[in-house]
Each structure stands twice: as structure tokens, then as C-alpha cells.
């Protein structure tokens, strides 16, 4: 087996391990309110390290084997790990992966970055509004972690403007993955029982995607924003790149 070919099997295996290990310790047992199920995610920097430094296969791959682990080890419900969690893994850092080489390149980095935190504020802002599970304190607290968001977008751009094709690679890759996982989640539960040990139920409502889709992208959205540019500027010093796509 060419050297390349186990390195990149080695690299994928790492990647799988930490992400699994690393989401295991730090979801602390926290789950999106009212609906449950998709679990508080700051171990995701990890993949997306992978996916940047070394290759989109590389991230996307081992991200798609350590979400099945962890979902193994937290609710156990193969069948949902694989139709939603693998399959919004795999496509959002993939896709991170790919669009962060393309984005760095271009000099638009700082005004797409900011505007694409406008789709999640929208969606908060409607949250907030429609108040659909009579809870307003969640539409708030979406709401607020739009804001910080967007703070932090708008930082980057004004400040370090060369992280910002890196933030809106972030920012659309896990836009694609929080879809995924909403709209996922929400036609499983028009079939199956959601795991008890997630929050359970059935046959919810399609308002649910909305706050899946939030619950994933807010929570995970600043420890990319914050986590993932330092990261990758250290790794890539540190370390030869030896597998590039």
C-alpha cells in the first residue's frame, strides 16, 4: 500500500478517534431545548481541523466514523446515526474542506462571511416571534447567539480579514450539515420513536427542523468562528503537509 494511502487511513482513523473521544467528554449531557436530540457540539473544531489541514476526505471521513461512535456511546439508534448524523457530517465538512482552499483566495471573504450570519438570525429572529413550543426564553437565547455570531464575523472581517474566507467555508459547510440534521431528524421522528436517552418523540412538527437547524449551527458556529483560524495557522507550521488532495 502506497505510503500516502496509509498515512491518509492513519490521519482518517485519528481524526474518527478524537472526534468521538473529544464530542463524548464535552457534550456534557446537554441537548437542544423543548425537542431534544442533537447534542451541544463544541468537539466539531475537530473535523474541520482535519478537513482544512490536510484534506475535505480526510475531515469528512473521519467525522462520518466518530459521530456513529459517539452516537453509539450516547443514544445508541444506529438507524438515525447513519440516515442523519454520518450523512450531514460527511456533507458539511466536505464541503468546509473544499470551499476553505477556494474561499481563501478570494478578496469577498469578509462581506460573505458576515452576510451569511443574517440566515440564522432570521431564523432566530422567526423563532422568537412565532414563539411555536410557548417557551420565549429559546427564541432569546437563539437569538443572542445569532447576535454573538455575527459580532464575531464582523470582528474577523474588520480585524483579520484573512480568517475570512476560512469563517464563511465554516459558516456554509455547517449550514449544509444543520439542514441536513434538521429536516433529517424531523422526517426519522414521522416514522420512528426519537432515542429516550435524546429526549424522545414522535411525529413532531416541522417547526422542530427550525430549532434543530439552529440548535446545531449556533452552538457549533463560534467554536469554529473562534477555535478553528488559530488552529489551523499553528498546525500548518508545525506540521508538513503530507496529504493534500
Given at each position: 500500500?502506497?505510503?500516502?494511502?496509509?498515512?491518509?487511513?492513519?490521519?482518517?482513523?485519528?481524526?474518527?478517534?478524537?472526534?468521538?473521544?473529544?464530542?463524548?467528554?464535552?457534550?456534557?449531557?446537554?441537548?437542544?431545548?423543548?425537542?431534544?436530540?442533537?447534542?451541544?457540539?463544541?468537539?466539531?473544531?475537530?473535523?474541520?481541523?482535519f478537513?482544512?489541514?490536510y484534506?475535505?476526505?480526510?475531515?469528512?471521513?473521519?467525522?462520518?466514523?466518530?459521530?456513529?461512535?459517539?452516537?453509539?456511546?450516547?443514544?445508541?439508534?444506529?438507524?438515525?446515526?447513519?440516515?442523519?448524523?454520518?450523512?450531514?457530517?460527511?456533507?458539511?465538512?466536505?464541503v468546509?474542506?473544499?470551499?476553505?482552499?477556494?474561499?481563501?483566495?478570494?478578496?469577498?471573504?469578509?462581506?460573505?462571511?458576515?452576510?451569511?450570519?443574517?440566515?440564522?438570525?432570521?431564523?432566530?429572529?422567526?423563532?422568537?416571534?412565532?414563539?411555536?413550543?410557548?417557551?420565549?426564553?429559546?427564541?432569546?437565547?437563539?437569538?443572542?447567539?445569532?447576535?454573538?455570531?455575527?459580532?464575531?464575523?464582523?470582528?474577523?472581517?474588520?480585524?483579520?480579514?484573512?480568517?475570512?474566507?476560512?469563517?464563511?467555508?465554516?459558516?456554509?459547510?455547517?449550514?449544509?450539515g444543520?439542514?441536513?440534521?434538521?429536516?433529517?431528524?424531523?422526517?426519522?421522528?414521522?416514522?420512528?420513536?426519537?432515542?429516550?436517552?435524546?429526549?424522545?418523540?414522535?411525529?413532531?412538527?416541522?417547526?422542530?427542523?427550525?430549532?434543530?437547524?439552529?440548535?446545531?449551527?449556533?452552538?457549533?458556529?463560534p467554536?469554529?468562528?473562534?477555535?478553528?483560524?488559530?488552529?489551523?495557522?499553528?498546525?500548518?507550521?508545525?506540521?508538513?503537509?503530507?496529504?493534500?488532495?
Open positions: 500500500m502506497p505510503l500516502k494511502k496509509t498515512l491518509e487511513i492513519v490521519l482518517i482513523t485519528v481524526n474518527a478517534a478524537l472526534y468521538a473521544g473529544v464530542g463524548y467528554l464535552t457534550y456534557l449531557g446537554i441537548f437542544a431545548p423543548v425537542v431534544g436530540t442533537v447534542r451541544f457540539w463544541p468537539a466539531v473544531v475537530v473535523p474541520a481541523l478537513a482544512v489541514v484534506s475535505p476526505r480526510i475531515g469528512a471521513l473521519g467525522a462520518g466514523i466518530g459521530i456513529f461512535v459517539s452516537d453509539m456511546l450516547i443514544h445508541g439508534d444506529p438507524v438515525l446515526s447513519i440516515t442523519v448524523g454520518v450523512t450531514s457530517n460527511v456533507a458539511g465538512f466536505y468546509l474542506g473544499v470551499l476553505a482552499r477556494t474561499l481563501a483566495k478570494t478578496s469577498r471573504g469578509p462581506v460573505l462571511s458576515t452576510a451569511l450570519q443574517a440566515i440564522p438570525l432570521a431564523a432566530a429572529l422567526l423563532t422568537l416571534w412565532a414563539n411555536p413550543f410557548g417557551d420565549p426564553a429559546v427564541g432569546s437565547i437563539f437569538l443572542g447567539a445569532a447576535a454573538l455570531s455575527l459580532a464575531i464575523s464582523i470582528f474577523y472581517s474588520l480585524y483579520r480579514p484573512a480568517y475570512a474566507g476560512l469563517i464563511a467555508a465554516s459558516s456554509l459547510g455547517l449550514l449544509l444543520a439542514t441536513i440534521i434538521g429536516l433529517g431528524v424531523w422526517a426519522y421522528s414521522q416514522f420512528f420513536s426519537l432515542p429516550a436517552a435524546a429526549g424522545g418523540g414522535r411525529s413532531l412538527p416541522l417547526f422542530a427542523a427550525a430549532l434543530w437547524f439552529l440548535w446545531t449551527y449556533l452552538t457549533e458556529i467554536f469554529l468562528m473562534t477555535l478553528l483560524p488559530p488552529l489551523t495557522a499553528a498546525v500548518r507550521r508545525a506540521v508538513p503537509l503530507a496529504v493534500r488532495d
